[in-house]
């Protein structure tokens, strides 16, 4: 976010970190549920989704911008959330109904 707002609006870059987020993730759960497919897609996107939050809620808000406002902005947090939930959760199901066929 930090580069994103640097090179162009604040609003670009919460568009691009609101569609990059979930894109990351699901390449992330696709190499996760390949190489080690330990939990459900369930628990994986709520693990993937809660370690997110937390390290937003210390490192990022509270560490680096030394605030919370953040955590008011839909589109900068929440949206992102939501979709690294949904984007881990469809990807491990995908990959767990492939691997059972």
Avoid: C, K, Q
């Avoid at 670009?12 to 894109?23: E, Q, R």
């Avoid at 953040?70 to 939501?82: D, R, Y």
């Amino acid at each position: 976010m930090g580069i994103g707002i640097a090179v162009t609006t604040v609003e670009n870059a919460l568009i691009f970190h609101a569609i990059g987020a979930p894109v990351f993730f699901s390449i992330v759960s696709s190499i996760y549920y390949r190489r080690f497919n330990y939990t459900t897609p369930v628990l994986t996107a709520a693990i993937f989704t809660g370690f997110v939050m937390v390290v937003d809620f210390f490192v990022v808000a509270l560490l680096i911008n030394r605030s919370l406002e953040m955590f008011a902005s839909v589109l900068g947090t929440w949206v992102p959330f939501a979709l690294i939930f949904a984007s881990s959760y469809l990807t491990g199901l995908l990959i767990v109904r492939r691997s059972d066929r």
